[in-house]
């Protein structure tokens, strides 16, 4: 079965999710992983999402892909690849984008490569299962692509297996599976955390370098904000499963506007600035509990910013600008609100 035929398309636009949620049911209850959220990435751009862990970067991304456990309930508006709408297709119509047309990389290399395939196995598969060639093909495009990818020696590489391998090099073997059908949009799903810092930056280059030469649209998943200056265009700021922020890169990191965003930024040192042996900031407290409706401004309780109006009624994600947007109240608070104790970050 294919996929359903094309939408009109934005000029460039590769993926538009409109107010996408999901649930996830647990013996407690329903837990609201993600919430409404917004994004969009057009080709050849890279759409950084941040946050810290569990604010729902992953589960949108799986949420995306048609990858959610079968507890979780996915809704949305709309949710349109390269034309193609998602919402209405069934597994087989996904399954036949998924990998073809857009693809994930995925955290941990092992334990997303089967253990007991070899590396060949498993790039032909890909190839084959969408139709783009046979055996011979995909064994030459495997060789192509881990060479590609900076693998020295690829054709003794195909027959070996992912433990025989180092971290390094199995992230190598997930970008090029995943570019084995040339697809629209890659999403990496932080995919340099198990890595050592001078792997790290050869794979943030790689992709980087892959990017532009197939003006691929790439979504980026981290919560490493030297990862997000490097690499970004534009970046969507996550917390407790809602968007709080978006904006081009520029605009996040020389003029945050909401208060999570720049306790975020406080947490890292500035080459240049930071004095040594000088303390960090840090965000006091704990994300809320997911498990409740959202009655409220969601990081109220960390923010020493926040004041009575914070805690009467949900806050909507304001536009502020074209491609810039805030869900706080600070931009229209009252001259005699008052925070309630010192800012977060570098807040006046």
Known sequence: MTASPSLSDDDGRILEVVKLSVEIALPAGNLRAVSEVDLHVDRGETLCIVGESGCGKTITSLGIMGLLPRRARMRAERLVLEGHDLLTLGNRELATLRGDRMAMIFQDPMTALNPVYTVGNQMEEVFTRHGKGG???ARERAEYLLHKVGITAPRSRLGQYPHQLSGGLRQRIMVAIALMCEPVLIIADEPTTALDVTIQAQILHLLSDLQKEYRMALMLITHDLGVVARMADRVVVMYAGQVVETGTANEIFTAPTHPYTRGLLDC????GKT????????????????MAPIDACQFRNRCSSAFAACAAAPIAL???APGRSCRCLLEKAPVNAQPSRRSVGALP
């Open 318 to 320: 304001e536009t502020l």
């Open 275 to 290: 004095q040594r042996g000088a303390k960090l900031g840090s965000i006091p407290g704990m994300v809320p509990s997911l």
């Open 268 to 271: 890292i040192p500035v080459p």
């Open 135 to 137: 055996r011979k093909e």
